[in-house]
């Protein structure tokens, strides 16, 4: 059985940085999408990116902010966020699943496997 745990988010301010981490085991190897999703107060869980072996894909209004990427070992998923807006504040949750993803909007029933989500806070 694969678990996601993840690291606690935070608190910043407008124009800072956070990085997210999620511990997966057993590793990711078995894997092949590994994927961040948030999501914000009153509105619906929303992709914000996602790697597999042929790369990488954001969310338009994270494009060039973040950056996700695999640890060392294949044992963890990252996500570092700069420049941090007000509306990137929401519950942070890390997915993966051993099947493709399948297309952009990131559909969350892609994915099998959850973190249970950490909290970050951007104030302006």
């Known amino acids: 059985q694969v678990q996601l745990v993840e690291s606690a988010g935070g608190s910043v301010q407008t124009g800072g940085s956070l990085e997210l981490a999620c511990t997966v085991s057993?590793?990711?190897?078995?894997?092949?999408?590994l994927g961040w999703f948030r999501q914000a107060p009153g509105k619906e869980r929303e992709g914000v990116a996602v790697?597999?072996?042929?790369?990488?894909r954001y969310a338009d209004s994270v494009k060039g902010r973040f950056t996700i990427s695999i640890g060392d070992a294949r044992a963890s998923l990252h996500l570092q966020m700069n420049n941090l807006k007000p509306d990137d504040t929401g519950m942070y949750y890390c997915a993966a699943d051993d099947r493709p993803w399948q297309g952009w909007p990131l559909d969350e029933n892609g994915f099998g496997y959850w973190g249970q989500g950490t909290q970050v806070t951007v104030s302006s």
């Open positions: 790697i597999d072996n042929d790369g990488t």
């Open positions: 057993p590793a990711t190897y078995n894997l092949y999408s």
